[in-house]
């Protein structure tokens, strides 16, 4: 039994110190095999990074931070383990910087002869290299919460701004600006109108310059070919045989307006019986009107038109009642 | 150390709490001393104190661990990258988790253990017994007990971190959207080897407050089996409270 219980506690012992010892190690990462090699880097300040930290090259985790101390003329120098088969830049440099909002650091290893954009982060590392020594030069970018103080300093000077801004534009002067905006906007509207009205005014001047223009050229042309018609009748006699037709054409006129005065006087004649038949014609059709004379009781009475309709009537009621019994009006006998 | 300089260290709880306590102790501690009379009976305790209680520690280390990684994926989906379950997980079983509730599964189960059988000795007049043979009773009951668990606890306790840590895993990969790299890399972004020791440290200090809670009202026990029950109670009790007190304490002292 003693032994028993000697055996049970030692390997219970051992197994729990074994769990420790190799969690420990492998939580820690530490390079048991001797796969990873160190260098040191300086930096002036090494920010939130701590020793566990990843070390990354080109994105990809090569090591991480074993140790961070303080060393003379006021640098940080930082031990980095990074492992043996990776293939480092010519001269590298290291810059600390947070590797997401929550706290997580990391070392990233960069070739020194291609600087980051930063002028501070150059500066940094040039003085961090001016300092020799094998380590390599370190820079640290500000962190999260630098950067969120220096936003909020921004955002501070951006409301001292706002609110002088603010000041200048009180409400009376706010009123002011709105009112002559206002008489602005007025006064281009009615030069807007008067432009167009004057617009419209040249146009039409202009249409007319260019139709009085069109009507002068035309008039000249036609006085042109006047005076070139006339050039032209001067140098061939037609003027004469114009004149003499024309007198001619003169006796014609002076014919027919003799003819043309008999026969006026002829048409006057003619027009007095033509009244007196007119007369006449009113007479007998105010007496048919008026029921007077056979024309006028036929006109007006409807005696006739009833005793014509009832003929009628009574002739087609015979007419059917022959075509009904014939033999009543026809009797057509050989014998 | 004469017999009967002994058999005079002993005298009832007639002072306070505090003061008995504070009295017991420095006679346990004095016991040690007496290294021929502890020595061949720790072994025998470590087994029954230490190595009996594993099973009841991984069965609640394995529950901690799932409870963890659930719990904390619930607490860190779409606010923080889920790979934090492994930090979280691996933080709260080392340092706290795993050694305080370690702790008091095992003062249930040893303090309750040590109370009863002290107790029925003390009532059973076994423990006068045990003086009239010229045995130091402190160097005989107490020592071996207190030694035992306060070096078992640790061995207890760190079965129950790596099996906790162990299921947290299982759970984050199995039923979180999470891979066994980023729980990794979230258990070691945060680690520190202070973690580890820092739970043992305290593992350690809450078995010797379990044992020592645990002979102390054995060793007081009166009238009889009520009398036993009633100190086995008390001794559950104080356990318990000793070690949240000392949880406290360590905290404020190495954190």
């Known amino acids: ?15 729990a110190l074994a769990l420790v010892v190799a969690g420990a190690l492998w939580l820690s990462e530490t390079d048991v095999n001797q796969k990873q090699v160190n260098a040191q880097a300086r930096f002036r300040t090494v920010g939130g990074l701590g020793v566990g930290a990843p070390v990354t090259l080109r994105g990809v985790r090569v090591g ?135 617009t419209t005014r040249i146009d039409r001047v202009s249409r007319n310059v260019t139709t009085t223009s069109d009507a002068f050229a035309g008039v000249a042309r036609t006085f042109q070919g006047a005076v070139a018609r006339l050039d032209t009748a001067t140098k061939d006699d037609q003027l004469k045989d114009i004149l003499n037709n024309g007198r001619a054409s003169s006796a014609d006129l002076r014919q027919a307006a003799a003819d043309l005065r008999s026969v006026m006087t002829a048409a006057r004649e003619n027009q007095v019986s033509l009244i007196r038949v007119i007369q006449q014609a009113d007479t007998l059709m105010s007496r048919i009107q008026s029921g007077n004379g056979t024309l006028g009781m036929l006109a007006t009475d409807s005696t006739l038109y009833r005793e014509t309709t009832a003929t009628v009537i009574q002739f087609r009621q015979l007419l059917t009642d022959i075509q009904a019994n014939p033999k009543k009006y026809l009797k057509i006998s050989v014998f | 150390m004469t017999h009967d300089s002994r058999l005079t260290t002993y005298s009832p709880p007639r002072d306070g709490f505090i003061t008995h306590i504070g009295r017991r102790s420095l006679e346990t501690f004095r016991a040690v001393a007496d290294v021929p009379t502890w020595s061949p009976l720790l072994v025998g305790q470590m087994r029954r104190l230490g190595v009996d209680s594993v099973p009841i520690a991984l069965f609640i280390a394995v529950f901690t661990g799932i409870v963890l990684s659930l719990l904390s994926s619930y607490i860190f989906t779409g606010a923080v990258p889920l790979y934090f379950v492994g930090a979280l997980v691996g933080k709260t079983v080392m340092m706290e988790l795993g ?54 606890f640790p061995v207890v306790t760190a079965f129950a971190m790596a099996v906790g840590v162990t299921s947290g895993w299982i ?85």
């Open chain 2, 99 to 152: 050694p305080v509730l370690t702790g008091m599964a095992l003062a249930g189960r040893v303090g309750a253990s040590i109370a009863a059988e002290l107790g029925t000795m003390k009532v059973t007049e076994q423990v006068d017994a045990l003086e009239t043979l010229a045995y130091d009773r402190n160097a005989y009951l107490v020592v071996p007990r207190v030694l035992a668990a306060t070096l078992m």
């Open chain 2, 171 to 255: 759970t984050a990969v199995n039923l979180l959207d999470l891979s066994t790299p980023e729980f990794f890399k979230g258990l070691r972004m945060f680690y520190q080897f202070k973690d580890i020791w820092f739970g043992l440290v305290k593992s350690a200090s809450f078995g010797a407050a379990v044992a020592l809670m645990g002979c102390l009202q054995g060793l007081d026990s009166k009238s009889g089996a009520q009398g036993v029950g009633q100190s086995t109670t008390r001794a559950v009790v104080l356990g318990c409270e000793a070690i949240l007190v000392l949880d406290a304490f360590w905290a404020l002292v190495l954190l």
């Open chain 1, 64 to 198: 991480r931070v074993e140790a961070i101390r303080l060393v003379a003329d006021e640098w940080v120098e930082t031990e980095l383990s990074i492992d043996k088969n990776v293939e480092l830049p010519a001269k590298p440099a290291v810059i600390s910087a947070s590797a997401s909002l929550f706290g997580e650091w990391s070392a990233t290893i960069v070739p020194y002869d291609e600087p980051p954009s930063d002028p501070n982060l150059r500066a940094a590392l040039a003085e961090s290299d001016r300092a020799g020594g094998a380590a390599w030069p370190g820079a640290t970018l500000p962190d999260i919460g630098q950067l969120t103080a220096q936003a909020s300093r921004i955002a501070g000077d951006v409301g001292v701004v706002t609110q002088r801004i603010s000041q200048a534009f009180d409400s009376t002067a706010l009123k002011n600006l709105q009112k002559s905006v206002q008489d602005l906007a007025a006064i281009s509207g009615r030069l807007v109108t008067f432009a167009n009205a004057q």
């Open chain 1, 1 to 15: 039994m003693r032994r028993t219980n000697e055996f049970a506690v030692g390997l219970a012992v051992l197994l």
